[in-house]
């Protein structure tokens, strides 16, 4: 019986289906990276994640209602036109 040697991480999230999976968080982590540098330091800690979607709209995740509330007037800020903000499930 012959032993394969491990498979290191990197290797399994380079390549096929996971591939896809891996480009696409890097994407919406850069995403995020960017849009949390335009806003208020106090906003930025409520940012969970940024994102695009396929019409080009700017869709945030804030942790909370109220700092969602305070994010839905950000476009101008954010250099966007279209807006969609959403709350953390659950919080």
């Known amino acids: 019986m012959t032993r394969k040697s491990p498979i290191h991480l990197a290797e399994i999230l380079g390549?096929?289906?996971?591939?896809?999976?891996t480009q696409e968080a890097e994407r919406?982590?850069?995403?995020?990276?960017?849009?949390?540098?335009?806003?208020?330091a106090d906003e930025a800690e409520h940012l969970v994640?940024?994102?695009?979607?396929?019409?080009?709209?700017?869709?945030?995740?804030?942790?909370?209602?109220?700092?969602?509330?305070?994010?839905?007037?950000?476009?101008?800020?954010?250099?966007?036109?279209r807006l969609r903000v959403r709350v953390l499930p659950g919080r």
Do not use: C, F, N
């Not at 390549?15 to 999976?21: K, N």
């Not at 994102?51 to 305070?70: H, I, N, Q, R």
């Open 28 to 40: 919406r982590r850069t995403t995020t990276e960017r849009v949390r540098a335009l806003l208020p």
């Open 49 to 81: 994640s940024a994102t695009t979607d396929d019409a080009g709209e700017l869709v945030l995740v804030m942790d909370s209602p109220a700092w969602a509330a305070k994010a839905r007037y950000r476009a101008a800020d954010l250099g966007v036109e």
């Open 15 to 21: 390549t096929g289906r996971l591939l896809g999976l």
